[in-house]
């Protein structure tokens, strides 16, 4: 069994902590263990993206990495979701998960992505309705907001789910991705 540190600064002290890594093959087989999937953070979710970019390797998931590569409080959340959002729309990685301080700013940027369906998720029946109902192929943490166990739960919850392509769905679906044609229709006129 490995491990993964992680920092956290509480009242501006530094505490440095060590998480254990469990490798379960229950988990590889519930999850596929197979998925590319992309994750980026700004500085508010460093930690997190840190241990939940390890524990997805250990479940045997390709991950592609679209930083922050290390620790900066002057970082800007749109740098690195941005390209995890286009990433997800033009199909180069199958799901995303996006985090910062809240887990609203990335939610925020990723939905200006046509073909991103982002969601903030903070509760176990909504990572898993959110791709079974809506779709939803980024999902969003807050890494203020959630410990690092209920996390992973919730990313587990998001993978395993696969979207119902119940008619329902569908045809609401096709209504939120006729606001997005409209959108860009207007923003492309002089």
Known sequence: MGSVQWMVSINGAANIHELPTIHCPLTTILLGGDMRLGIATDHGGFWLKEDLLARLAAAGHEVVDFGA????????????????????????????????GSGV????????????????ISDHFSARQGVEDDHMNIMCLGARTLGPFLAWDLVEAFLAAEFSQAERHLRRLAKVASLETKTNSVRSRP
């Open 69 to 100: 590569d290390h620790l900066d409080s002057g970082d800007d959340y749109p740098d690195f979701v941005t390209p995890l959002a286009r990433a997800v729309a033009a199909g180069k990685v199958e799901r995303g998960i996006a985090v910062c």
């Open 105 to 120: 700013g990335a939610s925020v940027c990723a939905n200006k992505i046509p073909g991103v369906r982002a969601g903030l």
